[in-house]
């Protein structure tokens, strides 16, 4: 039997070798085997090493690092080449000599990027749809919580994959999964971990940089599958503008450059295929609101890796081999938190990344010539879109109507060739009527005053058969030819809702006198004969079918008030007392406000004894789970802003915001989500709210602890005795004798 195998094995070897020997003639099947030199760049690698610390092998691999330093010094250097302070600290004084030359009359670098070029791909980007964001940095960076920087690494993070992902579906492939990944960088061990991870193994402090990089087998990355690095650094912008230059501080740079140099090294070592222009890098600066690029290009083999002066020959290389183009600070993320991706600051991040992306993948399928070529098609697309309606005039001339055209770029407008012949802006004006449609009547209203709310405006009108009686008169949007999503949602809600509200108010029997009423609601009656085909519907006149809401009483804006110096320390007891009492009187029914601020609520004084405040702007109220409240950095609710939902304090956390801004309060310059929780916790904390309302009255100040207390908790306001409570600090006893009939 072992002859047997024997002589079994010995013919399949004499099978394999004669497959062997037919491949290798074959020209589709040839290789050749050919010993390595200790010169070769290879030669290390054979042997067993790897680009740095980090690799532990490649699947491909590139034949022809540069010359000029063995591999294995160059690996050696890097090994060594770990402290970007001391890093630092050899590049001072070229920093300051550079800055010196200067004479703050240039930027002492070039840009990466023409803004020529920058605006094509602007064009380019036009239908990229970048993922939206939930996460967002935290505005207020001064904080040292850790909670603020675990949300300011998730949110780069997000941001970053956001870019990549979108970039490679717009320009290389919308079927082949993204081979990218993202990773924050920990300082000590120079190792990328995923930044929840990191955030929950404890590692938040070592953090230091977000890269993103080739996916790669290897559990925390490997530096030579590095495309692009991006710093979070505090201050960014404040420290741009101090230097008179737009552009980041010595101290950032160098870090900056440290990095880049680790990457040079790092793709000089790999035995990655096909990485073009390995001699270029990109590094991103960013804080949590603005954010730069610094390009660093330069023949790396030029280094002499001198393994016992390290950090001084990297800054020789630095000096003599690079070429550094720094672009300026520019705003990433607008006011809301949210990425502004048309603008310049987020374009130029954005282009970096593309040129990253090209480096290690090779040329788009679709370039950014053949995106931008696009660009004119596309706006005159929009602009035939936008073209709205009938340009016949509106019979007498009550309703005049102007279309402009409108596209995101800023654009030469001739004036001259704005021909208003039949169409002319919408303006109700002082003395106009307009008729209003409901199912069975018609009705004529006058125009008296014209009012804004501070976006919208709305009217002050008079029924024509009854001109001494005022009402607020609500004119929505024109019912558009596009889709619903493209229509003034602003004045929706103004109008549409808002009737929807108070329609439901009254079914349900909500009376109350700090509560508004609706008067009347339809359709504008255009003059001339309609063409509507059913009562439903709307003919081609450009007014035919807008809604109008008439309500009433009619007041003075608290925010009026406060301009004018009217709203004093009675006027805020009064309002706190009225404004509590409509708000227990809906949420007995479930109806939450959801938008409580200066400009709506009004103070009735006309045709009354007593004069009191009305919760008007009912349109944003909260109905159903689902709705959302409006949003609005001074006067929104804590758990408003946090969650986008209203707890049962909601309303009344709002109304003392109103109440301490009314009462001189100091107004905080808030411009992000992030900053106006920061504001409230801050001015919970410090009782600086309930210091200002106690010098009004002590009564207010207890009003504002107990919210304080209920602020995001599910416990429902006990509205009945802060209401008893404040009606003893009105003055409405001053005015008669109140009859108590509780027995």
């Not at 900056?256 to 600066?285: E, H, K």
């Not at 809604?547 to 706190?576: H, K, Y």
Request: hydrophobic share 35%.
């Amino acid at each position: 039997m072992f002859s047997t195998c024997c002589e079994e094995t010995q013919t399949a070897r004499k099978v394999l070798q004669q497959t062997l020997k037919e491949k290798s003639e074959s020209k589709f099947f040839r290789t050749e085997v050919m010993p390595l030199s200790e010169d070769c760049p290879l030669y290390a690698l054979q042997q067993g090493g790897s680009p740095d610390q980090e690799s532990v092998g490649s699947r491909t691999k590139r034949s022809g690092a540069s010359s000029g330093t063995r591999p294995k010094n160059r690996k050696e250097f890097l090994h060594k080449f770990v402290d970007s302070e001391i890093f630092t600290r050899k590049l001072e004084d070229w920093f300051e000599s550079s800055s010196e030359k200067s004479a703050c009359k240039n930027p002492v670098f070039d840009v990466p990027f023409e803004l020529i070029e920058l605006q094509k791909f602007d064009y380019a980007l036009e239908g990229v749809p970048f993922q939206q964001l939930i996460r967002m940095p935290n505005a207020v960076y001064a904080s040292t919580s850790d909670a603020v920087e675990a949300t300011a690494y998730l949110a780069i993070e997000d941001f970053l994959h956001a870019s990549v992902k979108g970039l490679w579906e717009a320009f290389w492939s919308q079927d082949e999964p993204m081979p990218f990944s993202v990773a924050c960088l920990h300082g000590a061990s120079l190792k990328f971990y995923q930044a929840e991870k990191a955030i929950a193994n404890g590692k938040l402090g070592g953090l230091c940089a977000i890269g993103i990089m080739m996916n790669s087998r290897h559990s925390h990355g490997r530096w030579d599958h590095i495309l692009e690095l991006a710093l979070l650094r505090p201050d960014l912008r404040s420290v741009a503008v101090e230097s008179d230059q737009q552009q980041p501080s010595a101290s950032v740079l160098s870090e900056a450059l440290f990095f880049a140099v680790r990457m040079l090294l790092s793709r000089s070592l790999s035995r990655l295929n096909g990485i073009q222009d390995s001699n270029c890098v990109f590094v991103l600066l960013i804080d949590s609101q603005y954010g730069g690029v610094v390009k660093v290009e330069g023949d790396i083999s030029k280094l002499e890796c001198d393994v016992d002066n390290i950090y001084e020959s990297a800054a020789e290389w630095i000096k003599k081999h690079s070429r550094i183009s720094v672009s300026p600070i520019d705003r990433i993320w607008n006011k809301l938190g949210n990425a502004n991706w048309g603008d310049i600051g987020a374009l130029q991040v954005l282009f970096a990344t593309f040129h990253c992306i090209m480096q290690f993948i090779g040329i788009p399928k679709h370039s950014i010539e053949d995106l931008a070529a696009d660009h004119g098609s596309r706006l005159q697309t929009r602009r035939v879109e936008r073209q709205l309606g009938d340009t016949s005039v509106n019979g007498g001339g009550l309703f005049r109507f102007q279309q402009h055209s409108i596209s995101p770029e800023i654009v030469e407008v001739q004036e001259e060739a704005i021909k208003l012949e039949s169409e002319e802006l919408l303006k109700l004006e002082v003395g106009s009527v307009l008729w209003l449609e409901d199912s069975n009547w018609q009705k004529g209203y006058q125009i008296n005053e014209v009012l804004s709310d501070g976006e919208l405006p709305y009217y002050v009108a008079s029924p024509v058969e009854d001109l001494g009686k005022a009402l607020f008169l609500y004119v929505g949007s024109r019912p558009s030819q596009l889709e619903p999503a493209w229509e003034d949602m602003n004045l929706w809600y103004q109008v549409q809702r808002q009737t929807k509200i108070l329609t439901i108010m009254k079914q349900k029997g909500l009376s109350s006198r700090y509560l508004p009423q609706l008067s009347a609601s339809g359709r504008m009656i255009h003059p001339g004969h309609c063409r509507r085909q059913n009562s439903g519907g709307n003919c081609e006149h450009p007014w035919c079918g807008t809604s109008i809401l008439v309500a009433s009483p009619v007041g003075e804006t608290v925010a009026n008030m406060v301009s004018a110096g009217r709203f004093g320390f009675d006027e805020a007891i009064r309002c706190c007392h009225d404004c509590l009492s409509a708000l227990s009187t809906t949420a007995s029914a479930g109806i939450r406000h959801g938008d409580i601020r200066p400009e709506n609520v009004i103070r009735v004084n006309s045709g009354v004894r007593d004069p009191y405040f009305v919760i008007i702007g009912w349109g944003h109220a909260i109905l159903e789970e689902r709705d959302r409240p409006a949003m609005n950095l001074h006067f929104s609710s804590t758990y408003a802003l946090q969650e986008g939902k209203l707890c049962s304090a909601s309303d009344a956390e709002s109304l003392v915001y109103l109440l301490y801004f009314s009462c001189g309060g100091v107004v905080p310059d808030l411009d992000s989500v992030e900053g106006a929780l920061h504001w409230r916790e801050t001015s919970w904390s410090r009782r600086l709210i309930q210091q200002k309302l106690g010098d009004v009255s002590t009564v207010l100040k207890a009003f504002a602890d107990y919210v304080d207390s209920l602020c995001g908790t599910p416990y429902p306001m006990d509205y009945d005795i802060w209401l008893r409570r404040l009606r003893r600090n009105t003055h409405e006893e001053d005015h008669g004798k109140e009859i108590d009939t509780s027995g």
